[in-house]
Structures are given as C-alpha cells and as structure tokens.
C-alpha cells in the first residue's frame, strides 16, 4: 500500500482566504494547521496553550506587548499560554502552526477576525 | 525587546550525528526536534503517541508493514501511535520532529540507535 505524503505547496494551492487557518493533520489532540496571512491581526492571548508558529513562505512579525520576533521562512516561534500576541505581515506570508484541537485564531478576544475553526483542507 | 526567532539552518548546522534527534523548542508537553538520518532505521511503533514527519531537506521513506510513504521537503507525515515504522534516506535527510516529551526515538524497539533523550541544540 501506498501512503500519501501531506505536501504543504499542494494544501496551500487549495486555499485563498487570509486568516482563516486549515486543518491539515492531527497528532493526538493537536492539530497542525495552514494559514495565510496579511496586515495585521487582532491583539489576543490563548489562555490555556502556547502555540507555534513555523513560516512557510514569506516574512512575518509577531508583536508582544514588551518587543517583537521577526519571521522569515525556515523559522519558527512559540507563543507561550497567555501571552498577548499580534501578527503582522507587510505581504501574504504562509504559516504552519500548531496547536491543540479546538483552539480558536482570535483567542481570547474575538471579533471579526474569527474564524471557523476545525476546517480542513 | 527583541526576540529571537529559531532558525531550522541555524541549528541544523550546530550537529551533524545522525539518528540523534535534537530538540529545539517546546510546545506544553510537546517538544520539536530536528535530527539528521541516512540509511536505514530499525523498526519500531511508540506505543503511546502518534509522531509527526516533516522534512526540511531531501527525501525520506518510512517503511511500514503493509506499504510505505514517500517525503521529500515540504512534506510530512504523522505515524498513527502503535503502528511499526521504519525511516530510510538513501542520502542524508535533515527532519523535524514533534513527539511528547519523553518519547525515546526507538520507541518499543531499544537496541543500538536509541539516542539520548531531551538533548537540546
């Protein structure tokens, strides 16, 4: 039996919407998700988890309420429980995050940028 | 204040051991570990989690018992908990791992590729 890769170019091909991420794979109770991303986000905090952010394409920041880490493909942050964060960026950037099932992309503040949450692609 | 974002190149080039998966970030329980492989892996299943795949540089296969998955960079794969795999590069493969804390990267199978656990780069 043949088993087939998951190819992040081929998810990424399936999708336009900005900021609303896609569920490609579970692990346990995490799932990885794809998102693009452009101009700024809404300021939030996950409560109950950290969360990763691995950049597939393009640059990024994600602001923090005492500085900020800057992004590039091939690089990668966590976000520890808690922390109020805003990403940020200039052009489409494309992400890889990971978190666990169930975690919503606005956190704790809501708001229009919520997005539908467990959609895979 | 700046942070400091994990660069995959950065770190893969603090190591060269191969089969000696290195952890670079946390993520709650979970840890993310690059490790460097070439040739041919024992087999073995972690029976407590699943373990996800995602390759950075070059091609891999992971054997299993009934077929086999193709990666080359860009890709991954989550091996379902239990289930009896074997990685193989024909050349060396550079990988990022995400598995629990604590999970040994023999799993059931010990023996003489079982690396030391919890090494950070």
Redesign the interface.
């Known amino acids: 039996?043949?088993?087939?890769?998951?190819?992040?170019?081929e998810k990424l091909e399936k999708f336009s919407d900005q900021w609303a991420p896609k569920v490609i794979?579970?692990?346990?109770d995490?799932q990885?998700k794809l998102v693009k991303i452009q101009g700024d986000f809404v300021w939030h905090a996950h409560p109950q988890?950290?969360?990763?952010f691995i950049v597939?394409s393009g640059d990024m920041q994600?602001e923090?309420r005492?500085?900020?880490?800057?992004?590039?493909a091939?690089?990668?942050?966590?976000v520890p429980?808690g922390v109020e964060h805003k990403p940020f960026a200039a052009n489409e950037c494309e992400i890889l995050l990971?978190?666990?099932v169930g975690v919503v992309n606005t956190g704790d503040a809501g708001g229009e940028f919520t997005a539908e949450n467990d959609v895979w692609v």
């Open positions: 039996m043949t088993y087939q890769a998951i190819v992040f170019t794979a579970e692990m346990n995490y990885l988890t950290d969360e990763v597939l994600i923090f005492d500085g900020a880490v800057d992004l590039s091939g690089g990668m942050f966590v429980k990971i978190e666990p």
